[in-house]
């Protein structure tokens, strides 16, 4: 897993509502938690774009409701700033399902990625429409 070339604000935390942008089943996410974040008591960890989290599926597939699933956001409202000075921000919050070694479980994504994902996770950018 390659590092991120910008600063990402972490724009979702914990308890977040978002949606699921693939066609694994499910629909509508639940944040519970970020991948390997160890800090502080009571710190809530702030989850930005290309991070790994741990989610509870609400909406969906009757077979993926109610499961925790890892999750790799790929889109965030909050604004961003890249390496070369451009602020980046998209109009919804989404996240793809991954597996444990961080390859999508479904077969397409629908919406665009941001380039930050498609730099650390090249699998992630083979089934996407756009990168943007």
Known sequence: MKG???????????????????????????VIGKEGYRGRKNRRATIGVGDILI?????????MRKKKVRCLLIRQRKEYRRANGMRVKFE????????????????????????EVAERFPKVATIAKNVM
């Open 92 to 115: 919804d919050n989404a996240a793809i399902v991954v597996t444990d070694k961080n390859e999508p479980q479904s077969s397409e994504i629908k919406g665009v990625i941001a380039k």
């Open 4 to 30: 991120i070339s910008s600063k990402v604000t972490g724009g979702v935390s914990i308890g977040s509502i978002i949606t699921c942008d693939d066609n694994s089943g499910a629909k509508v996410l639940k």
């Open 55 to 63: 989610a509870s599926v609400i909406k969906g597939n009757v077979r």
